[in-house]
């Protein structure tokens, strides 16, 4: 079942022409609607907060529209809020009460006059429900069709449960003589599409046959390792891997335990593991006229907690065959779904063969978008509001050229020595003037962009995601690109609570990475270089620190003791002197190391002869919520 495609006199990929009528029949499963004509769009809402909501405003200015912003309370005197031309509040600080409650949301457009909603990306972007009711209200929502979002939301669908016209035309697919052969046999309607489309998808086994017998048997045609996988999981719940035959009866009752926990289904599916695999994603636009077109390719692999940390276009070591195989590739998916706007198709690609598959698609405009923008000298939020207005692209295929590389850091408001958990808080301190000094007016869209939605002295919220900056460089070349990232990073300074900023820097700076040498393990591989175990202090030195703050309060009590007008009072002594008892001062301290606390409780005594300080260390070790205490006296005698 051969695919085949052209390409307009403008160089556009058109949805594809196909050889077999079943083909046609399964793209028609998701038909294009017909273009209306182009509409002006002057006043817009943000439906979301933070860096995009002020990302999308910039453009939006530019384009001579006025921005409408919503807000919770949390966000009241927000960056996005004073950008914006109106602002309306929608609720409390959490999310489900404010910028998830959709019907709020499109009363605000409707009171506020805005034609269209650019939903940004998180919160409501990728909510079917909520395009759905901005087309009954008559309001454009800035993304795909619903029908789009439904298609690439399904991550699992078993055939028993695809009803309609789909199911008809699925059916006959999978009993065509070539696909019984295929070593696939996949009924998610997004992976069907796939594979209908032409596009690689991971080999694997999504079937209603569930018994360990019958899942034993399709790992076994597979070929280990093979990945375990909850149907309805989500979050890495329902998940193992399987690296040998000898392992998998156990992982299969493992995944199924947690699945049924999670999700009340122990349905599971199975795929081919790709060790080591690298994180390549397209960024792909569709407009309302069947026209599509890739900008290139962004590798994604450096991740940590299944997190993008670090993204790059185009792609380290990719040749421009494989550029355009896998650009061509994301067209076809895109076009497979009647897709319109901003997209982002995500393969998994193995380094060694150059092989790819599909892993899903994102039906949003993607946080490390600005990478695509820099080596394409575009700007896709503009693209996006023009194709929402019913314009053809602005540009063909042939007219996109590939022009340098980019760099993107995410750069949080989070403790990378606490597994990188959110670190909330004031930013007391913000200050990236150095940068526009290190490169002068080279800073700008063109070579560095700071991205953010949030100030100095603002707070990084406790209810939202905890990122305080995207820092974005471009380069002729991949090491010049690099080289503004770390020069950046070493300036970009933050004080008031704890940043990703030094695991960045040292992150940009190893050699497997400066060497393009990434894959979705990175920091897992180097993780003693790029987050190195704090050294912890001796307790010893500790106690001589304190003890030492207290001598030198001491003898500044003496020295303000004799400019006293009394020398001899003992008010003006300041040396915590009563009769009858030493004179002790106490500090009590907490230092965090890995995996413990310790309280340090140091007592001075001043004594005729000899300066002592007794400590006591309390370590308390968490324990299924419980607190165990220990306890070590010592005396350290100071010469």
Known sequence: MSLLFFTTRQGMWKRPVCSAALTRRLFAAA????????????????????????????????MGIKTVAVYSDADRDSMHVQMADEAFHIGPPPALQSYLRQNSILDVAKRSGAQAIHPGYGFLSENATFADLCQQEGIVFIGPPPSAI???????????????????????????????????????????????ANVPVVPGYHGDGQSLEELRLEADKIGFPVMIKAVLGGGGKGMRIAKTGDDFDEAVESARREAKQAFNDDALLLERYVQRPRHVEVQVFADAHGNAVYLFERDCSVQRRHQKVI????????TPEDRKAIGEAAVRAA???????????????????????????????????????????????????RVAGNETLPLAQEDIKLNGHAFEARIYAE????????????????????????????????????????????????????????????GPDRQTALAKLTQSLAEFHVAGLPTNVNFLLRLAKHEAFKAGDVSTYFIDEHKDDVLPAKPTAPLTAVV??????????????????????D??????????????????????????????????IVSYLNCAYSQIAKFRVSSL?????TFEEHEVSEKLILR
């Open 415 to 474: 403790d990378t020595d606490a597994n990188f958990m959110p670190a909330p808080g004031k930013l007391e301190h913000l200050d990236v003037s150095g940068i526009a000094r290190l490169f002068g007016g080279d800073v700008g869209p063109n070579s560095v962009r700071v991205e953010t939605g949030v100030r100095e002295k603002d707070e990084v919220s406790i209810y939202y995601d905890p990122m305080i900056a995207k820092l974005v460089t471009w």
């Open 311 to 318: 993204e790059e276009a185009p792609g380290p070591g990719l």
């Open 567 to 600: 020398k001899f009072s003992p008010w003006a002594a300041g040396d915590s002197f009563r009769s009858c008892h030493a004179m002790k001062k106490s500090l009590k301290l907490r230092l965090r190391d890995t995996g413990s606390h310790h309280i340090i």
């Open 335 to 385: 076009l497979a779904v009647g897709y319109r706007g901003a997209g982002t198709v995500e393969f998994i690609m193995i380094p060694e063969t150059r092989e790819f598959f599909f892993m899903e698609m994102n039906t949003r405009l993607q946080v490390e978008h600005p990478v695509s923008e820099m080596i394409t000298g575009t700007d896709l939020v503009e693209w996006q509001i």
């Open 31 to 62: 038909p294009a609607k017909a273009a209306e004509p182009v509409k002006r769009l002057e006043k817009i809402l943000i439906a979301n907060r933070g860096e995009i909501a002020c990302r999308v405003m910039q453009t939006a200015k530019r």
């Open 544 to 565: 001589k620190g304190v003890v030492g703050i207290f001598l030198r309060v001491a003898a500044e009590e003496v020295e303000k003791s004799r400019r006293s007008e």
């Open 150 to 196: 439904r298609d690439m939301g399904i991550k699992s669908l078993p055939l028993s449960k695809v009803s309609g016209h789909f199911k008809d035309v699925w059916a006959d697919f999978i009993s065509d003589p070539q696909m019984r052969e295929t070593p696939f046999e996949i009924s998610s309607k997004a992976k069907a599409i796939m594979i209908a």
């Open 621 to 625: 070790i968490e324990r299924k919520k």
